[in-house]
């Protein structure tokens, strides 16, 4: 657990999730969906069940490659930050990260600090080498971040994502450790 300030004065604890945050995760996710069209789920679109992502967030803090960081503030999630990794012997050295903030929080470095523990983490963990994520080629600020922490771009999906009658590119990033 680490207590850091944001720009805007304010505290947040950052931590590892636990079985017992998963349906606040779930509600979380739910509600952030409607927040923006950069997720890959809209509003109400996280479907996985209570049970399953009680033991996906089990599995995943058993993994020695794989973690999921809570931010929060007065003990609300304010953002979810992960990286996940196969658990195949060709595979498992590259993790997939993932961040989700509540719009509300934005732009004031938590992005960022979310970003610097995992990838720190990564570093730490003893078996994950490259860090990829995808997000949508349009991500401006998303991208301007992940620039900022070393992240390369690699590749480019073409209409890869459909949104209320219109197709969008999605762009693959690297980060080597």
């Known amino acids: 657990m680490k207590t850091i300030c944001l720009r805007n004065g304010k505290e947040v604890i950052i931590r590892e999730a636990l079985q017992k945050d998963a349906q606040s995760m779930i509600d979380f996710y739910n509600v952030v969906g409607g927040e923006t069209d950069f997720l890959s789920f809209g509003k109400n679109e996280f479907s996985m069940s209570l049970h399953d992502y009680e033991n996906f967030i089990e599995s995943t803090g058993a993994d020695n490659n794989s973690i999921i960081l809570l ?3 007065d003990d609300e999630i304010i953002s979810i930050a992960s990286i ?3 658990p195949k012997a060709r595979t498992k050295h590259v993790g997939t990260l993932g961040i989700v903030i ?3 929080h934005c732009g004031f470095g938590l992005g960022r600090k979310m970003m610097e523990e995992l990838i720190e983490w990564a570093k730490e963990n003893g078996t994950t080498k490259k860090i990829h994520l995808v997000t949508r080629e349009d991500n ?3 991208i301007e971040l992940y620039q900022k922490v070393g992240f390369k771009e690699e590749g480019l999906l073409q209409q890869d994502t459909y949104i209320n009658g219109e197709y969008y590119n999605t762009l693959i990033m690297g ?3």
């Open 102 to 104: 509540a719009e509300e």
């Open 71 to 73: 931010a929060t503030m």
């Open 140 to 142: 401006d600020k998303a």
């Open 84 to 86: 996940t990794s196969s």
């Open 175 to 177: 980060l080597m450790l």
